[in-house]
């Protein structure tokens, strides 16, 4: 069964801290992996997106790490803000169809 | 570039009626738009895949002739809930790709649609 496992389901950190996300997929045949950022009561905005052939990605205080041989995804961010609270999500693009595949999110509270 | 824009932002309505929800691509036409639903605390889930011209295709248990959707041009789609219920209540989002995904088919979202059923 393709799915995209994100741990952990919530996270909350001090502002200016540095924090990890966790990204596990099933899915298969894989085309890329992208995450996500999804204000609340806003539409999901595109952090990084990456082939199985790419390793590392950066955007700004964002950086992903993909590895395909363990499926297992990551997202880094660093020096965080107040405004990076959000849910991040971990998607995956199914081979067949073009259809994504979404992970739950994981809840990012950053605290003053 | 690839902006993707959604009318209304929220909407509250009667049980019984119908609302339509606007997804237009701003700067590209978009070969392809997507159709998902949100509920609180919840990932995004895939209602139905429109293309321009045709017929949308529709996921696993959406009913078709409860959420109609056409694609009609290469910037427009729609979304029009019919006979609205509360249960309908949730956030509508569109996305989709065209000239501007690249090699990545990257599906650009919009800010997504409140809906309310009274």
């Known amino acids: 069964k393709n799915q995209v496992e994100q741990s952990p389901q919530s996270l909350i950190i001090l502002e200016g801290k540095n924090c990890t996300l966790q990204?596990?997929?099933?899915?298969?045949?894989?085309?890329?992996l992208r995450w996500y950022k999804q204000d609340t009561g806003r539409g999901p905005v595109s952090l990084t997106i990456m082939t199985f052939s790419e390793n590392t990605k950066s955007n700004g205080r964002y950086t992903a790490t993909l590895d395909a041989d363990t499926k297992q995804s990551s997202l880094h961010i660093t020096a965080s803000q107040l405004s990076d609270s959000a849910s991040y999500i971990c998607v995956v693009l199914y081979n067949q169809g073009g259809k994504l595949i979404f992970g739950q999110g994981t809840e990012l509270s950053v605290k003053p | 570039g690839a902006v993707v824009s959604q009318h209304p932002s929220r909407v509250i309505c009667k049980s019984g009626t119908s609302v339509k929800i606007e997804c237009r691509s701003l700067?590209?036409?978009?070969?392809?738009m997507f159709w998902y639903r949100q509920f609180p605390k919840k990932s995004l889930m895939l209602m139905a895949t429109s293309n321009e011209g045709s017929k949308a295709t529709y996921e696993q248990g959406v009913e078709k002739d409860k959420f109609l959707i056409n694609h009609a041009s290469l910037t427009l789609s729609t979304l029009t809930v019919t006979s609205a219920h509360p249960e309908d209540s949730s956030f509508y989002i569109c996305?989709?790709?065209?000239?501007?995904?690249?090699?990545?088919?990257?599906?650009?979202f919009g800010p997504g649609t409140r809906l309310t059923v009274l």
């Open positions: 990204c596990n997929y099933t899915v298969s045949p894989f085309s890329n």
């Open positions: 700067d590209f036409q978009a070969t392809t």
């Open positions: 996305s989709a790709n065209g000239g501007a995904s690249g090699r990545y088919n990257e599906q650009f």
